[in-house]
């Protein structure tokens, strides 16, 4: 697991860097990661991490249902996969908001 979480930190110092064909590989590789990790938080036996609390909030946000197929949490999935992504990347945070630059999830 460590080897992983090292290639992950690679892959993330890369895209802080600027290096935008990086971002499209960290999101494919991170992707099926966070599939499961959602699918664990709406279990309905999840313990009540934070991480798992903010993704319950998300999935109110995205108004997805916490019993939905595979299809809707593979959805999930991805848009938290995106933040995530695009939080690592160097943008004019004055164009998204301050909240968005800095928030992975909603409150």
Do not use: W
């Amino acid at each position: 697991m460590a080897l992983s979480s090292n290639h992950f930190a690679l892959l993330a110092d890369e895209v802080r860097a600027g290096n935008t064909q990086v971002k499209g590989r960290i999101q494919r590789e991170l992707e099926p990661y966070l599939e499961r990790i959602v699918a664990r938080a709406l279990s309905p036996r999840a313990p009540a991490t934070h991480l798992h609390r903010r993704i319950q909030a998300l999935t109110r946000q995205m108004h997805v249902d916490p019993d939905a197929g595979p299809g809707e949490r593979s959805r999930l999935a991805h848009v938290l996969c995106q933040r995530v992504v695009n939080r690592l990347a160097p943008t004019d945070t004055a164009s998204y908001g301050a909240s968005y630059a800095t928030n992975v999830f909603p409150d």
